[in-house]
C-alpha cells in the first residue's frame, strides 16, 4: 500500500528531515509512527500527501509513483486518501453533514449516493444526532470524529492521521484511536503519526519509532518507547 525506498529529504534550508527511509506497509496494517518532536514524522506524512518531493529515492502509494505523478493529477491522487490533522480543518460555515457532504460532491459522486453515505459515515462515528450543527457547536473531540467521517466518506484504501489526538482530552484521544481502529477492521490501511504513548502501549499495533530522521525501531505489537539515537551511542560506548 506505502512503499518508501532509500527516501531522503533535505529541505531548501539544508535540514536533512529523513535519511535512507525504507519502509513497507501492506494493504490492511495499522501502523503507528512514533518518535520525538522533530524526528522526521510530518515529513513522512507530507511526502505521502505529495505536499513535498523526496530529495532521494521513490515513494509508491497504492498504484501511484509519486516521483512520477504529473501536478495536475496530485488532487485526484489525494482524493484517494483520507487525511485527519491535529486541528480538524472543517469548512466552519457548513454543518456536520454540509462538510463531509462536501467531501463528497468535490469527488462527483452522484446525488443519490450522497444522500445515503453522509448519514451511514455520520452514525460510524456516532454523530447522527449533531449533523445539522456547525463545527463551532461542537467540543474538540465531535469536530476530530466528523474530520474522520470527512476522511472515510469516499472509501480510501489509505487513511493518514497527523497527530489526530494532539489537541484532545485523554479520554477523548482514546475514543478517536478507538474509531480509527474500527475504520481500519473494516479493510483501511490506517497510518497514525502520535505522541500519545499510553494509546500506543496498550493498543499493540505495530509501531514504527524514528529519531533524527532514521527509523530506530519497527515493531509488530510494538510499545512507544526506543532509544534515541544519542541513546544508542551512548551504549555502544559502554559495551
Ligand atoms: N518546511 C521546512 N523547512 C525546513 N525545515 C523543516 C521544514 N519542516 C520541517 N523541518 C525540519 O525537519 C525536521 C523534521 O520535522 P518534522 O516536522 O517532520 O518532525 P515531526 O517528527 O513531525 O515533529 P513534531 O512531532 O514536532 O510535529 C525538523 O528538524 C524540522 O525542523
Redesign the pocket.
Known amino acids: 500500500m506505502v512503499k518508501f525506498i532509500n527516501v531522503s529529504k533535505r ?3 539544508g ?1 536533512l ?1 529523513l535519511t535512507n527511509i525504507n519502509l513497507t506497509i501492506e494493504k490492511g496494517e495499522f501502523v503507528f509512527l512514533v ?1 520525538s ?7 513522512i506524512v507530507k511526502l505521502i500527501l505529495k505536499e513535498i518531493d523526496p530529495t532521494e529515492g521513490e515513494i509508491i502509494v497504492g498504484e501511484y509513483k509519486l516521483t512520477q505523478l504529473p501536478k495536475r493529477e496530485i488532487p485526484y491522487y489525494r482524493r484517494k486518501i483520507g487525511i485527519v490533522f491535529q486541528d480538524f480543518r472543517l469548512l466552519p460555515n457548513k454543518t456536520v453533514y454540509e462538510n463531509v457532504e462536501f467531501a463528497m460532491q468535490i469527488t462527483g459522486t452522484p446525488a443519490k449516493i450522497i444522500r445515503r453515505q453522509v448519514p451511514y459515515v455520520l452514525s460510524l462515528v456516532g454523530l447522527a444526532h449533531k449533523a445539522k450543527c456547525y463545527p463551532h457547536e461542537l467540543s474538540g473531540g465531535e469536530q476530530q470524529r466528523v474530520a474522520l467521517a470527512r476522511a472515510i466518506v469516499n472509501k480510501p484504501n489509505l487513511l493518514v492521521a497527523d ?1 489526530p489526538t494532539g489537541n484532545l482530552d485523554p479520554d477523548t484521544s482514546w475514543e478517536i484511536m478507538k474509531l480509527l481502529e474500527d475504520i481500519n477492521k473494516r479493510g483501511t490501511t490506517v497510518l497514525v ?1 502520535t ?1 500519545a504513548k499510553e494509546i500506543v502501549d496498550s493498543m499493540r499495533k505495530r509501531v514504527v519509532a ?1 529519531d533524527c ?1 532514521r527509523i530506530v525501531k519497527d515493531q509488530h505489537r510494538g510499545v512507544y518507547s526506543y532509544e534515541s539515537s544519542d541513546n544508542q551511542v551512548l551504549l555502544q560506548r559502554w559495551i
Open positions: 529541505y531548501p534550508n535540514v528531515a518518535g518532536s522533530g524526528a522526521g514524522k510530518s515529513t497527530e503519526a505522541h524514528i530522521g
